[in-house]
């Protein structure tokens, strides 16, 4: 099983600031089956980007993926208050298809 | 539009058994994988298994494997989740979501909280 850790746990920053939220795996994850999904207070979970980068339908080109083999990044270029969510990353290139542990987004 | 609808809140006792609900709408049900995850109270979320509606064929995460049930009711465009003993470190909320082929969770379900409790 692919185990993922996320950093920081965390993460509190002005409006218009800069965002880079990682995500990194016990191993290489397969063709880099990635993906990032924004979690607000009582919500369900939303798709932001699949493949390390590709955004899901509908979201802003703020929000950008990279990565490779243990190591990806999700980054918010010009952070607005409504990003204020849990951040979490999945990989899906074997199965159990785990998920990170979240990164916690606090906008001041 | 795709939708996915989940039934209701539960509270059940330990060791009652339990089947919740999740029904696709807007998309061929057949054709796409259903996953289920597991969010505790405060915590993250974790992934329990996938249901593929055509064949019902079915992969648990290790975790998961022998806890819980999945099945679908391809008449009824509705997969489940079901307990046949409950216990109290199942409560949680509970989130179906339709996987785009096998691989993400593209949209999901409102969720269902489960609260076991004696």
């Known amino acids: 099983e692919i185990a993922l850790t996320q950093s920081p746990g965390t993460l509190t920053l002005s409006p218009g600031e800069r965002a880079t939220l990682s995500c990194r795996a016990s191993?290489?994850?397969?063709?880099?089956?990635v993906a990032w999904y924004q979690q607000k207070p009582g919500q369900a979970p939303r798709l932001l980007m699949y493949?390390?980068?590709s955004r899901a339908t509908g979201i802003p080109d703020r929000f950008s993926g990279s990565g490779s083999e243990t190591e990806f990044t999700l980054t918010i270029s010009r952070l607005e208050p409504e990003d204020i969510a849990v951040y979490y990353c999945?990989?899906?290139?074997?199965?159990?298809?785990?998920f990170g542990p979240g990164t916690k987004l606090e906008i001041k | 539009e795709v939708q996915l609808v989940q039934s209701g809140a539960e509270v059940k006792k330990p060791g009652e058994s339990l089947k919740i609900s999740c029904k696709g709408s807007?998309?061929?049900?057949?054709?796409?994988?259903i996953g289920w995850v597991r969010q505790m109270p405060g915590k993250g979320l974790e992934w329990m298994g996938m249901?593929?509606?055509?064949?019902?064929?079915?992969t648990y995460s290790p975790s998961f494997q022998g806890q819980v049930t999945l099945s679908v009711d391809m008449s009824m465009n509705t997969a489940y989740l079901q307990w046949s003993s409950l216990k109290a470190s199942d409560t949680a909320f509970y989130f179906c979501?339709?996987?785009?082929?096998?691989?993400?969770?593209?949209?999901w379900g409102q969720g269902t909280l489960v609260t076991v409790s004696s």
């Open positions: 979501a339709r996987l785009w082929g096998n691989y993400h969770f593209d949209y």
């Open positions: 807007g998309y061929n049900f057949a054709g796409y994988w």
């Open positions: 249901i593929y509606p055509a064949d019902s064929d079915t």
């Open positions: 191993q290489s994850v397969t063709s880099n089956y």
């Open positions: 493949g390390t980068s």
């Open positions: 999945q990989q899906y290139g074997s199965s159990p298809h785990s």
